[in-house]
C-alpha cells in the first residue's frame, strides 16, 4: 500500500508563486502517470496537469505557461511549480498516482491565492 503526502500549499498574493509536493511511501518504479487535480470551493475536481512514466506532460489551458508538473524517482516525489498565481487558481490540490493497476491519491492541500 503507498501513501501520498502532500505539501507546499499556502496563502500567496496574485504573481506569486508556489511549489508543491507528492512524497510517495514507496517506490514510484511502477508509476504509469501522476496527475495533480483541484477543486475550487463549489465546483467539482479538475485536472491541472499530468506526467507520464516516460515524462510526457499534459496540462489544463488554464495553467499552461505558468504551472510545471516534474517528478524525482529516487526521492518517489512528484511537484507542482507554480508561478505567476491567479486569485482562480485558489483551490485544495490533491495528487494522484497510478502505480501498476492502483491508484492512490493524497489528502490534499489548499493553495489559496489573495491580496
Known amino acids: 500500500q503507498v501513501q501520498l503526502v502532500e505539501s507546499g500549499g499556502g496563502l500567496v498574493q496574485p504573481g506569486g508563486s508556489l511549489r508543491l509536493s507528492c512524497a510517495a511511501s514507496?517506490?514510484?518504479?511502477?508509476?504509469?502517470?501522476a496527475a495533480w487535480y483541484r477543486r475550487a470551493p463549489g465546483k467539482q475536481r479538475d485536472l491541472v496537469a499530468s506526467i507520464t512514466r516516460g515524462s510526457t506532460t499534459n496540462y489544463a489551458d488554464s495553467v499552461k505557461g505558468r504551472f510545471t508538473i516534474s517528478k524525482d524517482n529516487a526521492k518517489n516525489t512528484v511537484y507542482l511549480q507554480m508561478n505567476n498565481l491567479k486569485p482562480e487558481d485558489t483551490a485544495v490540490y490533491y495528487c494522484n498516482m497510478r502505480i501498476w493497476d492502483n491508484d492512490y491519491w493524497g489528502q490534499g492541500t489548499q493553495v489559496t491565492v489573495s491580496s
Open positions: 514507496g517506490s514510484i518504479l511502477g508509476l504509469i502517470t
